[in-house]
């Protein structure tokens, strides 16, 4: 009997749809779970006649495989990992590959990968993006780790991912964790693209008075514009979906927003590499405020009257408005994400393809959109860019945008509507385009209470110097480094 081409362990929704997907592009699928019985349910029910073998051991489930043998998990990050990781290499042979495919966190994907490869088999940490619907028809794959292993899933992975333009959304990214930190960053950036989205809502039905149902035929037009996506086009049908009773069903939805912890990561590892990732940390922020809601109910009563400015301008002229300001804000939330991503890449000693992350997050994922492409163009023209915003594309793009952002943003504080990922959105971009920032004040303060000395403008960077600011301090500084 011929042997399985991958093993997979885990049967819930999405270890399913993989293994179907696996099977239907012509693969043989060994699978495991650690409740057997849903092994049997799952061979005898929905995988009944297909090439996937039902195993109810590790040690069968190795068996059943070709060598190399290749296994992927898709179990909860975590601890789950680390101990489904021992006991697999107790049942596998040198040269065997391990894949983690669930959201684990890069710097433990980092110490999984050496822990592995010591034991002398190959390791592989993959971003798996699309959801359910993803998983069975094509999602995005991000595979990091040994670079030997790619090889061997190259054909399964690049066959079950999505396709676009005829590419598969599949590429190798990088050495250990890179993989999952490129997945890290893709859900930091799907977190800001949906507040961006909740924002622009929000102006449309609190500062224009709009109904769910016109909100629609909004949404439904942006997503014929660069806007095209597929949280665009979700948020059209949602809006258009009616309860039992025909109202719109987004109106009943209690307005606290859960979290998994990606978009946490990514702020986490911001900090760490000290990129201003504003929008990201808002979206992560918004999410955090909008659990209070116990709290916001008690503040709303307090602070019935918020002095807000009633909106009186061209309705119409201002949904246009929302839409570049959306637009030039989700530029931005690109922008820093690819610049965390580009500083780690040198922290961690990762070889990253920009353009090629661009094309693999084109389809099956959640932030797949038609925008992509031009980052993936901008990426060709310089591999070396710095910063998307340096781009001639982005640069004449934001510049052309730049009226409306700053109006939405305007009219939402007069309104008191809070937009938090439209406005650092902005913040940011007078930052990064304004040549003098009030640092050097902030660089005096700190010289002035912490001898934490300062660089000069009339003299060249890499001399520092301290004040003896009131005369009673001294000459001694304090010696200089970045937490």
């Not at 209070?292 to 002229?317: C, I, N, P, W, Y």
């Not at 809070?418 to 406005?423: D, K, M, N, S």
């Amino acid at each position: 009997m011929k042997k399985a081409d991958i093993g997979l362990i885990g049967l819930a929704v999405m270890g399913e749809n993989l293994v179907m997907n696996m099977e239907s592009k012509g693969f043989t699928v060994a699978v495991y779970n650690r409740t057997t019985e849903k092994v049997d349910n799952f061979v005898n029910g929905r995988a009944k006649g297909k090439n996937i073998v039902g195993c109810h051991t590790l040690k069968q489930l190795a068996s059943n495989l070709e060598k190399p043998r290749k296994v992927m998990m898709m179990v909860k990050a975590g601890s789950a990992v680390d101990s489904l990781i021992d006991q697999l290499l107790e049942v596998l042979e040198p040269g065997d590959i391990i894949i983690d495919g669930g959201n684990s966190h890069f710097p433990d994907t980092i110490r999984r990968c050496k822990y592995v490869e010591e034991k002398g088999l190959l390791y592989v940490g993959t971003g798996v993006s699309g959801g359910e619907e993803g998983a069975l028809k094509g999602p995005s794959l991000m595979p990091g780790g040994s670079p030997e292993a790619w090889q061997y899933i190259k054909p399964i992975f690049q066959s079950i991912s999505a396709k676009a333009d005829g590419a598969p959304c599949c590429d190798w990214v990088g050495e250990n964790g890179a993989g999952h930190f490129v997945k890290m960053v893709h859900n930091g950036i799907e977190y800001g693209d949906m507040q961006l989205i909740c924002e622009a809502y929000s102006l449309m039905k609190d500062v224009l008075g709009m109904s769910a149902d016109e909100m629609h035929e909004v949404f439904a037009e942006w997503n014929k514009t660069e806007l095209d996506s597929y949280l665009i086009e979700i948020t059209r049908d949602i809006l258009s979906f009616k309860d039992r009773d025909g109202q719109p069903l987004v109106d009943k939805i209690l307005d606290t927003a859960g979290q998994k912890g990606t978009g946490k990561w990514t702020g986490i590892a911001a900090l760490d590499e000290g990129v201003p990732l504003t929008l990201i940390g808002e979206s992560v922020f918004s999410r955090c405020l909008s659990a209070m809601k116990e709290d916001r109910v008690l503040a709303s009563k307090k602070f019935t009257d918020k002095h807000a400015a009633q909106f009186k301008g061209d309705k119409k002229e201002f949904i246009e408005d929302i839409r570049r300001a959306l637009y030039a804000s989700k530029i931005i939330s690109y922008a820093q994400g690819y610049t965390l991503m580009r500083t780690a890449a040198k922290t961690y000693g990762w070889n990253l393809n920009y353009g090629g992350i661009a094309l693999m997050w084109r389809g099956g994922c959640i932030i797949r959109s038609v925008f992509l492409g031009k980052i993936k163009e901008a990426y060709d023209i310089n591999p070396e860019l710095s910063n998307l915003l340096l781009d001639n594309y982005f640069s004449a793009t934001i510049d052309s945008l730049v009226p409306s952002w700053r109006k939405v943003v305007a009219q939402a504080v007069l309104s008191g509507v809070p937009v938090p990922a439209f406005a650092s959105a902005l913040s940011y971009f007078d930052g990064y385009t304004s040549e003098r920032l009030p640092a050097n004040l902030l660089q005096a303060q700190r010289d002035y209470f912490g001898a934490h000395t300062y660089e000069r403008v009339d003299l060249p960077r890499g001399q520092f110097f301290h004040t003896n600011w009131t005369g009673e301090g001294g000459s001694t500084s304090a010696s200089t480094y970045n937490a």
